[in-house]
């Protein structure tokens, strides 16, 4: 289900942009590209892999702080950007 919902909109918003071509289908299709794929790839994806690289039993509770402090901001700062370009992607379609 997660594949169908993030790369789906990658193979459909061009195929209806292509069929029923508006300025809306353009800008959301930029929207989500930009927004969420530019964004994920290489922002969200190394930051979960070096979160799952972190073995947490053993270590110490400075490390998890530290840890904790690395991932948190920055993956938050991606998610919202993703978060509002994949909403303002579904406006536009929907408009």
Known sequence: MFF????????????CMYRHFSIYLLLATL??????MV??????I?????????????AAVDELH??????EQKWNMLNHIRTLCSLASFILVMI
Request: net charge neutral; aromatic share 14%.
């Open 31 to 36: 929207s989500y590209y930009l927004g969420v």
């Open 4 to 15: 169908i919902c993030f790369f789906g909109p990658v193979i459909l918003l061009p195929i």
């Open 46 to 58: 190394p930051l979960n892999n070096m979160l799952e690289a972190f073995t947490i039993q053993g």
């Open 66 to 71: 530290l840890m904790r402090a690395q991932f």
């Open 39 to 44: 964004v994920t790839i290489p922002g969200n």
